[in-house]
């Protein structure tokens, strides 16, 4: 058994962890309820009229998605702004760009091509690009906060932080998504209504619960997933740790089961919503901190990543800002073939890039952290 460590189990400190990273994303989810009323009769208010949930819904999104195109942009910052991190994969950050706006924009140019047809659904490239995109968009905002709470364990020590507990807490994690799944199509069926995509999803799904048995095998599941907490319990509890060392992986925990909350309480509109804050939100403060941690040990380092994100306080403030100008500078061109492309070959970019930079057991990702690798 690794003994517990000495140093702060906190990423920076107590209130910069919880109030930037853990629950950064409480603000957005008190105004889209309670500004906006989202979701409000939840706790008991009037729900809005059809017209006003369309326009609460539109704004909400549109902030949403302005917070997603600001944290995006970083992880181009990070490859292309330092040269150290661009040699490390230079040809695939060449071609990698390349190879994907071609084929973005080829699906697009090919829509009304039909691959397949399942009665009145017919799934044509674009259809297709846009499914793998939605399901890459889950697994790379989940991993995020699993990488987040590996990092915590990794400076808390007591075992925690060894590949057998990683696995444990990868299934705490997606189990816990999977029962969230179960009980919004069991119980919670009409909060799927607010949208037509989330209709949809719902038309299809619905038919797997409506049986004795489909309900029985979902019921067995969902008590699989509660022995699979009890069991990563367990393991947590045995490390020989304090809850002073305990306390800043169980807020973020606690965080992540919160927002799991939002889609049982709101339904999935308004916890997809939040989640997609929270992700966009802790990324920007994760990413200045590292970056603050990486370029003060390198100080020779002249490149555009170290110069702004060497000092968070003065240009995290002119970045953000750029970017979200940036965003509201391009809402009229979002309906363009040109911007559609553009948009979703940078998300998709995103999500590769991340996967290839965002690795705790690289040393040159660890240090900045202040955990082992």
Partial sequence: MTSASSQSPWLRTPAWDLCLLAFCWVPFYLW????LGLGGEAFGAEPLGPRQSRDALVLAI??????????RHYTFLLVYG????????????????????????????????????????SVTPWILLMLTSGLWNVWHTVQQRYGI?????????GGLELRAHANRDRMLLWSAIVLVAITLLLFRGETFAGIS??????????????????????GLMSAAIFGLFAWWLRHELAAPLTLRQRLPRWSFLLSTLALLGVFVVHGPIVGYL???????LEYLSFVHHFGRGKFERD?????????????PLVWAPVLITGLGLAYLFLRDYRNTEVYLTYYVATSMLHFLYDGWIWKVRNPEVARPLGVGA
């Fill in 32 to 35: 889209v309820v309670f500004g």
């Fill in 62 to 71: 549109a902030v949403a998605l302005g917070f997603t195109y600001v944290h």
């Fill in 82 to 121: 330092d040269k150290k991190a661009f040699g490390e994969r230079a040809r695939s950050y060449v071609l990698a760009p390349v190879f994907i706006v071609a084929c973005v924009a080829l699906a697009r140019s090919a829509d009304g091509v039909v691959l397949l047809k399942a009665g009145p659904t």
């Fill in 149 to 157: 709470c590996r990092v915590y364990a990794a400076k808390a020590k």
């Fill in 197 to 218: 995509n989330a209709r949809s999803v719902y038309a299809a799904l619905s038919p797997l619960v409506a049986s004795t048995s489909s309900r029985i095998v979902l």
């Fill in 274 to 280: 939040c989640f997609g804050a929270a992700h966009a």
């Fill in 299 to 311: 100080p020779e380092n002249k490149s555009l990543a170290a110069t702004t994100l060497r000092k």
